[in-house]
């Protein structure tokens, strides 16, 4: 990664970017609106080049989610991101505005009683959307707290009515390398795919987002849809999702498919097991100069631990 003028919040680059040096090491290698009735809003939206879903939010907040720290600055956000389909820095705001997020299908197969396909602007007026603040943390060891808005994947999984034989659930993102640059570099197996096992996925914290600080969620952050999963580690929480799988196998993901030694299934946060190459004890927030320590899970124990008995013979935490 090369940043230019570092800005006081970035990390240095020996803690920040183990990802990236993975990877480059690879790629060395080789208004009037009260007069229309509710439901043409989001057409006349859509007609004039805005977001159709913009009526949406903000959302309900739902409360129940608190934080142990302040909410990151919206800005710092939304221009420190990892999106690797554009580009394998933290800045890739302006590479990512090539996403084109309208119309965007989602195709929902594997084990269900129905494989279907669904528009987005459809899905996302089905089900109840709502804002939680979470805390986020990346691999990496850098750290915010934002509020995202979004579906209960929860709720989704009820929708989409998996089968009891269905074990996991599998999420694609777009592929795409005509849009996404990074896509044309060929050592990396794309599309990007994460996955959870359905005891996960039906956990109250994973949300399928489609809103961030009260907005749509903009191209960097993985519009139109992404998932996010604060118990574990950044990666997991797969962008700009077009295919949702039921599953009896566990999903190779794309992290594991480029160094299954470093990045494994089920990435768990905690503090007492290291990275292969770095501590995970502490965490950089973004925009502060502090580190503060990591937690387990993240912070969700309460919420998540109990789905993990049993399973203490895995590599929980990688
Ligand atoms: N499709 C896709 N999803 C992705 C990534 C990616 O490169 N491609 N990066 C992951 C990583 S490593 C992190 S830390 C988060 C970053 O999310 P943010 O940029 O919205 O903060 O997205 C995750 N989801
Ligand atoms: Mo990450």
Not at 148 to 168: E, Q, R
Not at 300 to 306: H, K, N, R
Request: aromatic fraction near 12%.
């Amino acid at each position: 990664m090369l940043i230019k003028n570092r800005p006081g919040w970035a990390i240095p680059e020996s803690q920040a970017t183990p990802e990236s040096v993975f990877v480059n090491r690879r790629s060395f290698m080789a208004g009037g609106a009260g007069l229309i009735a509710g439901s043409a809003l989001p057409q006349l939206a859509a007609a004039q080049g805005a977001d159709p879903t913009l009526d949406l939010y903000p959302a309900r907040k739902n409360t129940a989610y608190t934080l142990d720290r302040p909410v990151t600055d919206e800005n710092l956000a939304a221009n420190y991101n990892n999106y690797y389909e554009f580009g394998t820095s933290k800045d890739i705001v302006a590479s990512s505005r090539r996403l084109v997020s309208r119309p965007w299908t989602i195709t929902v197969d594997g084990m269900v009683e129905k494989p279907f396909e669904i528009g987005f602007d459809d899905l996302v007026r089905k089900l109840p959307l709502e804002e939680r603040l979470y805390r986020f943390r990346c691999v990496e060891a850098w750290a915010m707290a934002v509020p995202w808005t979004g579906i209960p994947l929860k709720a989704f999984v009820d929708f989409a009515k998996p089968l009891s034989s269905a074990k996991y659930i599998r999420f694609e993102t777009f592929l795409n390398p005509r849009i996404a640059p990074g896509q044309s570099q060929r050592w990396y197996p794309w599309p990007y795919t994460e996955g959870l096992t359905m005891a996960e996925a039906g956990n109250e914290l994973p949300l399928l987002v489609t809103g961030i600080y009260g907005k749509p969620i903009p191209s960097q952050h993985g519009a139109p849809i992404r998932l996010i999963t604060p118990w574990k580690y950044g990666f997991k929480s797969v962008k700009s999702i077009t295919k949702i799988s039921f599953v009896a196998e566990r999903p190779k993901t794309f992290w594991e498919g480029l160094q299954a030694s470093e990045y494994g299934f089920w990435a768990n946060v905690n503090p007492k097991v290291p990275h292969p190459r770095w501590s995970q004890a502490s965490e950089q927030v973004l925009g502060t100069r502090e580190r503060q320590p990591t937690q387990l899970f993240n912070g969700y124990a309460e919420q998540v631990a109990g789905l993990y008995k049993g399973l203490e013979g895995e590599q929980l935490y990688l």
